[in-house]
């Protein structure tokens, strides 16, 4: 996800706008503002970060009142430090308050995913890993979401349970074994589908490289453990790493030689970037 067509932000933007303003619009600003004052204001970033949802912000504000303008936005990755402008905005002041907390929701979340994803693809920048994400992503927001996260420098897992296989434990345990859930999955897609599966041991992995797949998700094991896991494979698979992975421990995990590290919390829990919206005059 490099770039978010407006096909796919629109909804998601109007949505936010109709749930903010409800049935009657704002009620403060239109009983303070003049109907016919103009504005100028610029979104700042409070602190070190990497932008995404810019486009998200612009919307928001051009679906408000066509007739505001944002200049100079920053593209989606950019990096910023504290006080750096990301946009100037210019036109109806009443448009430009009625659209800030909807612009700013989706700026401050999306940049707070992409600066989380950036923290551990610059703390594993030595290796040959990356960084990636999961389904584990607020619905409705997930395109949205992975896009930030490319914008932090990783990259992208499944979009959904349609475009892989990917079996966990529940399955194998379901189907009897790893051999019995990969032979099954193999009957039931197409030649194109690609075919994960997930291990907790060596003697799992074992069974799977008897049977073949195209990646191997290498869950909670500790950096010695995928080392061995990781020379076991030889390159015959891709090697995933996962489990409560943190900047600090993604190092050893990515110098153990896996190819990706898959972090959950980049999504479903990213810490939002503050950016704010200044009066300019």
């Not at 996800?1 to 109709?18: D, F, G, N, T």
């Not at 949802?53 to 303008?69: F, N």
């Not at 100079?72 to 006080?83: C, F, K, N, Q, T």
Request: hydrophobic share 50%; with cysteine; proline share 4%.
């Amino acid at each position: 996800m490099r770039s978010l067509p407006r096909l796919v932000i629109e909804p998601l933007v109007r949505a936010a706008l109709l749930e903010d303003l409800g049935r009657a619009g704002d009620l403060t600003t239109d009983s303070i503002i003049p109907a016919d004052q103009e504005a100028r204001v610029a979104l700042v970033s409070r602190e070190p970060g990497v932008i995404a949802g810019g486009e998200c912000a612009r919307l928001a504000w051009e679906l408000v009142d066509p007739r505001i303008v944002v200049h100079d936005l920053l593209p989606d990755g950019s990096r910023v430090a504290p006080g750096t402008v990301v946009a100037t905005i210019t036109g109806p002041a009443r448009g430009l308050l009625t659209g800030e907390r909807v612009a700013l929701n989706f700026l401050g979340h999306l940049s707070g995913v992409a600066t989380g994803t950036a923290t551990i693809a610059d703390a594993i920048a030595h290796t040959k890993a990356k960084v990636v994400d999961t389904r584990k992503t607020i619905p409705g927001l997930r395109a949205l979401q992975k896009h930030a996260v490319v914008a932090g420098g990783g990259a992208n897992h499944r979009f959904g349970l349609d475009d892989a296989v990917l079996i966990k434990d529940n399955h194998i345990a379901v189907a009897g074994g790893v051999r019995q859930a990969v032979t099954a999955a193999r009957a039931g897609v197409g030649h194109l589908v690609k075919i994960e599966v997930e291990v907790d041991s060596l003697a799992q992995l074992a069974e799977l490289l008897e049977v073949g797949a195209d990646a191997v998700l290498l869950d909670n094991m500790s950096p010695e453990l995928l080392r061995e896991a990781v020379a076991l494979v030889g390159g015959r698979m891709v090697t995933e790493a996962s489990g409560r992975i943190t900047p600090a421990t993604a190092v050893p995990i990515a110098e153990a030689g896996v190819d990706l590290i898959s972090v959950g919390w980049l999504t479903h829990s990213a810490r939002v970037l503050d950016i704010g919206l200044d009066y300019l005059g």
